[in-house]
């Protein structure tokens, strides 16, 4: 089936640097990736959607100078945490339309995610 | 996307069944039900999915009411392993638009 592998799984950083997170579709083109981030015992939200070749689409409250996603192939989306803080730590997933299509799809595969603690 | 309504959180005996009820009294008709799961520290997973016939796979069943309004996912005999956060989500089957996740059912199985 389908797999994004998501890197790194966990990550410790200092407070103002910044951290960098790969996601990339294993067998499958994805041509789009919608990026979440979850705080302990919350839901996923989304923060931004990517699309190869072109700017992400962020959601409303999420700074995209902060929350830098990259999207250049069809196999590789990244997210760069800029200048992090404490506040930024949280569990980061991507995922990926990954399905057959059509009206009986279910192709959504999801990263393992990324626990990102910064001190 | 239709709005769902899950109990924040169930109990269940590892080896009985976990029924897990989803309310979704708006769904459209084009709307499908989908259940993921996610266990600590992971990303979701698929579980399931279907528009109005019950369904069954290889991980669980799903019973969709006659008018879509609720429906039950159902592990028949539930591991450790089942213990995560359940997710239904009701939306049309709409190319590279986002999931947008509730706040679910967390699952416990006691041994």
């Known amino acids: 089936g389908a797999v994004v592998s998501q890197h790194p799984s966990w990550v410790i950083c200092k407070s103002g640097t910044s951290v960098k997170i790969e996601c990339r579709s294993l067998?499958?083109?994805?041509?789009?990736m919608f990026w979440y981030r979850q705080f302990p015992k919350q839901s996923l939200m989304l923060m931004a959607t990517s699309n190869e070749g072109s700017k992400a689409t962020y959601e409303q409250g999420v700074e995209k100078d902060k929350f830098l996603i990259n999207h250049a192939s069809l196999t590789l989306s990244t997210l760069t945490v800029t200048s992090a803080h404490p506040e930024d730590s949280s569990f980061y997933i991507c995922s990926a339309p990954s399905g057959r299509g059509g009206l009986n799809s279910y192709g959504y595969t999801f990263g393992s995610g990324t626990r990102l603690t910064v001190v | 996307d239709a709005k769902t309504t899950q109990p924040p959180s169930m109990d269940c005996a590892e080896g009985r069944a976990a029924n897990l009820p989803c309310n979704h009294s708006?769904?459209?008709?084009?709307?499908?039900v989908y259940w993921y799961r996610q266990i600590h520290s992971q990303g979701p997973q698929y579980i399931i999915h279907g528009l109005k016939n019950n369904e069954t796979n290889e991980m669980a069943s799903l019973i969709i009411t006659e008018d879509r309004k609720s429906s039950t996912l159902i592990l028949p005999h539930a591991t450790l392993r089942d213990t995560a956060v359940y997710y239904c989500i009701v939306r049309a089957p709409l190319g590279n638009t986002p999931l947008v996740f509730g706040k679910g059912t967390r699952l416990s199985v006691i041994a």
């Open positions: 708006t769904i459209s008709g084009n709307e499908y």
């Open positions: 067998d499958f083109q994805a041509t789009t």
